[in-house]
């Protein structure tokens, strides 16, 4: 069942720490202490456990977690992760944010927006408070029309291809993974995302390997296998197509 929380945007929350890094370790780590609101951004899978539950939480997600929740998690190999901690206005709740939400095509927005907000906060916090802040009222839930729940299938199916994007992924394995036929999965890829298996696989490898251009030092040719296409050339075309510029563009953007 979904989990909600009722906050106040009244008026712009109080950013007491912001970041984002990238992590190497699987050891389970005590992650974000109490005491604080915490908004995670998830460009990589996690299992987080709380006090209250375990989520496996897809890439692609936004996480809000309450003050009192004590927060452990194991990362899935080099993994991406930005949050922030803050404080809200005390006023009473006027709108509801769930827990976590797979945000689907709105992630690379609003990550990248958020990733700004990182940059902001050293030099101009209140620059970085305003955008958190949007960012909280584009989180809150949307109207009822607008929600769908996805076939438990396919929820397996994009878990298990954001855990393996490092090897090759046939639709037979991924089907295994997900419990049920590959012409299945097929169609529920269509019928609920709007592509193909092969298109959502590309643009997962496409996403995670501009993340990692522009929020880490990690040689280039490192990322290409990180993100399963190790032909550089390859790799190069691949971004080109999807995002305009070479992956030494891609950096040299991000450090600009």
């Known amino acids: ?10 008026s712009p929350p109080v950013i007491t ?6 992590h190497d370790s699987q050891e389970p780590r005590e992650y974000c202490a109490a005491g604080r609101w915490r908004l995670h951004f998830y460009a990589s899978p996690v299992t987080m456990h709380t006090t209250a539950a375990t989520y496996q939480i897809a ?5 809000l977690w309450a003050p009192e929740s004590q927060l452990d998690c ?3 190999g080099r993994s991406m992760h930005a949050c922030v901690h803050f404080q809200l206005p005390l006023s009473p709740g006027e709108v509801l944010v769930p827990t976590l939400q797979d945000l689907g095509p709105r992630y690379p927005v609003l990550e990248q927006a958020f990733l700004e907000s990182v940059r902001w906060f050293e030099t101009t916090p209140h620059r970085a408070e305003a955008r958190l ?31 393996h994007l490092v090897q090759e992924l046939a639709i037979e394995d991924i089907a295994v993974a997900a419990h049920c036929s590959p012409n299945h999965l097929l169609r529920l890829f269509r019928k ?6 092969v298109a959502y696989i590309r643009n997962c490898r496409v996403q995670r390997a501009a993340y990692l251009l522009r929020e880490s030092d ?5 990322i290409a296998a990180e993100v399963g296409i ?3 050339h390859f790799f190069n075309k691949v971004l080109r197509v999807a995002l305009g510029a070479s992956p030494r563009g891609i950096r040299s953007q991000a450090r600009g």
């Open 59 to 63: 890439s692609g997600s936004a996480g």
């Open 133 to 163: 802040w949007d960012l909280l009222w584009q989180l809150a839930k949307p109207d009822e029309a607008q929600e769908r729940v996805r076939h438990p299938a396919l929820e397996r199916a994009r878990a298990f291809i954001n855990s």
């Open 74 to 76: 194991r990362f899935t």
């Open 230 to 232: 190790p032909d550089l």
């Open 17 to 22: 720490a912001i970041g984002a890094a990238i």
């Open 192 to 197: 609920e995302l709007g592509v193909t298996t």
């Open 1 to 10: 069942m979904e989990t909600l929380h009722r906050i106040s945007l009244a």
């Open 218 to 222: 990690i040689p280039i040719k490192e």
